[in-house]
């Protein structure tokens, strides 16, 4: 296991882990595989800076995914 990926999951590491950076906010991490529609919902929140403005639980109650 590498430092880096103990340092962005604050060691809390299980195979596979997806970890989101931006800009200015601590690192994004879920454990485990991700579906088409929860990797959909987690680049829309953070690729459309929605993360700035409300918390990843709000915007997943109002999030409609497109991807199947």
Do not use: C
Not at 2 to 24: C, E, M
């Amino acid at each position: 296991m590498h430092d880096f990926a103990l340092y962005l999951t604050r060691g809390s590491v299980a195979y596979p882990t997806t970890v989101i950076i931006v800009p200015n906010a601590p690192p994004f991490f879920i454990a485990g595989a991700l579906k088409p529609k929860e990797m959909e919902m987690l680049l829309k929140f953070f690729g459309e800076a929605d993360y700035r403005s409300q918390t990843i639980g709000a915007f997943s109650k109002t999030f409609k995914p497109q991807w199947k």
